[in-house]
């Protein structure tokens, strides 16, 4: 591996429901957010908002406020990769059906309780739990800011 790191840049949302529940995704072998690469001339809230609907099956996602950015590193194909995530809390109005995007390795999703997210998160990554640590620090009046 070179010294140079691609950069790419990723939005994603940790999304309530008007339950004040929780969206997790299950993908290859950790629960994880719903979260992807920004596309080209697109802005991090947009991207946040398509990918969330894409990875989740979700047809009507209201932006909030904004979380944080997490940044991992990671190789592919030898190459060194520096993944920069924008963070947004979200929230996904009335009944809404949940469609894991199976081409995503999604193999699970669900609503839980911030107490059954915070077992999850012994599950998870160190960034997922950045993303639910910046939402407590903000405050759990979270639709308030949706």
Not at 29 to 37: E, I, V
Not at 64 to 91: F, P, S, V
Not at 113 to 139: M, N
Request: glycine residues 10%; negative net charge.
């Amino acid at each position: 591996m070179g010294s140079n790191k691609t950069i790419i840049t990723a939005a994603g949302g940790l999304v309530m429901n008007e339950d004040e529940r929780f969206l997790m995704i299950y993908r290859r072998g950790f629960w994880d957010l719903p979260k992807g690469k920004q596309d080209e001339g697109e802005d991090t809230e947009h991207c946040a908002v398509r990918e969330v609907m894409e990875e989740c099956g979700l047809v009507d996602v209201w932006i909030g406020r904004y979380l944080c950015q997490t940044t991992h590193d990671y190789e592919l194909n030898g190459c060194a990769i520096e993944k920069q995530t924008h963070w947004y809390l979200m929230l996904a109005p009335g009944e809404q059906e949940l469609i894991p995007q199976t081409e995503e390795d999604i193999e699970g999703i669900g609503w839980f309780t911030l107490e059954e997210c915070q077992k999850l998160l012994e599950f998870s990554y160190p960034t997922i739990k950045d993303v639910f640590a910046a939402f407590l620090a903000g405050g759990q009046k979270a639709k308030e800011n949706c």
